[in-house]
């Protein structure tokens, strides 16, 4: 696991995912961008962190998006997906077990063990 899927999946597992995870991305990849473009990268790394780090595949991720019943449509279609997708993303990053893919521990918990 590399140090950019360890920031991503702590910004799933923080108290306000969603802040957390555009303040990375931003930091890291895009900073003068549209949100729209925001959205569908977030989207993409999302699925890679998924991909390389979940025992659950991305075509069960997709048919989950699909399935799951629509509660209001806000904005476009396109953008409706999206969101979604990247809320599927971020409960299944977030409610993984970390020990499971070899994530390592933060240096203040680490010291506070100790």
Same mark, same amino acid.
């Given at each position: 696991m590399n140090k950019h899927d360890q920031l991503f999946?702590? !910004?799933?597992? @923080? *108290?306000?995912? /969603? *802040?957390?995870? &555009?303040? =990375?991305? $931003? %930091?890291? &990849?895009? %900073? $003068? +961008?549209?949100? #729209?473009?925001?959205?569908?990268?977030?989207?993409?790394?999302? !699925? /890679?962190?998924?991909?390389?780090?979940?025992?659950? @595949? $991305?075509?069960?991720?997709?048919?989950?998006?699909? +399935?799951?019943?629509?509660? #209001?449509?806000?904005?476009? !279609? +396109? /953008?409706?997906?999206? $969101? *979604?997708?990247?809320? =599927?993303? +971020? !409960?299944?990053?977030? &409610? @993984?077990?970390?020990?499971?893919?070899?994530?390592?521990?933060?240096? *203040?918990? %680490?010291?506070w063990q100790k």
């Amino acid at each position: 696991m590399n140090k950019h899927d360890q920031l991503f999946i702590r !910004a799933c597992k @923080s *108290k306000d995912p /969603e *802040k957390r995870l &555009y303040s =990375v991305l $931003n %930091r890291l &990849y895009l %900073r $003068n +961008t549209t949100p #729209e473009f925001k959205r569908a990268n977030l989207m993409v790394v999302l !699925a /890679e962190v998924c991909d390389r780090n979940l025992p659950i @595949s $991305n075509t069960k991720l997709v048919i989950q998006v699909l +399935t799951t019943p629509v509660q #209001e449509l806000m904005g476009g !279609a +396109t /953008e409706h997906m999206q $969101n *979604k997708l990247i809320r =599927v993303l +971020t !409960a299944h990053i977030r &409610y @993984s077990l970390v020990s499971d893919s070899g994530f390592t521990v933060p240096a *203040k918990v %680490r010291n506070w063990q100790k």
